[in-house]
DNA sequence: TATGAAAATGACAATCATTTTCATTTATGC
DNA sequence: GCATAAATGAAAATGATTGTCATTTTCATA
């Protein structure tokens, strides 16, 4: 069973706790960290079983990670120009809390996103 | 300029509306057929581009086309057995569009997917 | 009916994120 | 010091998706 780097986490949180294990890598590499993309792919799932990081998609399917803790948030993502707004989404956690206890659901988390036309776009 | 292959769209009709091209393929092929894997992506990003699909994604980040014009639902997915149910989202369109509007964004959409134990798990 | 331009098609290769494999290095207890 | 387990990383494997390009189909018009 493998532990995670502390480096990776490190890094995770410098790129304001939002990356994917790509970004992470490449970060590591420009700031000269000796690490294989295998050992920052292997972190992360670490992290992510331990609920230190949560995974969400990017549009195209890209895997990102998030700090756990960061105060829970969610995007306003401009399809054109990439933009990208934090918001808040106490609406969603609400939506989804009562949506998990009418079902039965219990340990419930949620991915919400939101994608448009930015107005200089 | 390429247009959807009319049976990309029946087979996506046929498989409920909700499926990867990797899915829309394999089933053309298992019902005999002839097509090609490209066309299959090609007709479903037109589809897309022409606004007949949306375009979402799985957990594990495979992409998943939906017919719109299906009534819009968000799914409750259960992470241990996988089981899905369909769910209302009237609280997200209002969420997602006052966020919008509040950011000056237009053109929305949004994904929004609630993942965790389900009674049985 | 011929013809040719434009669109559609599909085999194949390329790309990109991610996972697996496996040999090597590092840490840890004895 | 030595044995053993854990961690590491290079390289190959995998799987979805996209790009390329030669061929085929469509279809309006000569």
Same mark, same amino acid.
């Given at each position: ?7 990776? $986490?490190? !890094?995770?949180? /410098? ?11 490449? +970060?590591?590499? #420009? *700031?000269?960290e000796r690490i294989? $993309?295998? !050992?920052?792919? /292997? ?11 949560? +995974?969400?998609? #990017? *549009? ?50 949620h991915t ?10």
């Amino acid at each position: 069973m493998s532990r995670s780097n502390p480096r990776v $986490l490190a !890094t995770l949180e /410098r790129a304001g706790g939002f990356a994917s294990a790509q970004e992470v890598y490449q +970060l590591m590499q #420009r *700031e000269g960290e000796r690490i294989g $993309l295998t !050992t920052v792919y /292997r972190s992360l799932q670490s992290l992510l079983s331990d609920k230190i990081v949560d +995974l969400l998609h #990017r *549009e195209d399917g890209e895997a990102i990670y998030r700090l756990c803790g960061e105060s829970h948030h969610h995007h306003l993502v401009c399809k054109n120009c990439g933009d990208t707004v934090e918001i808040e989404g106490g609406a969603i956690e609400k939506w989804a809390n009562s949506m998990a206890q009418e079902h039965g659901f219990r340990e419930v988390g949620h991915t919400a996103e939101i994608f448009g036309l930015c107005s200089k776009c």
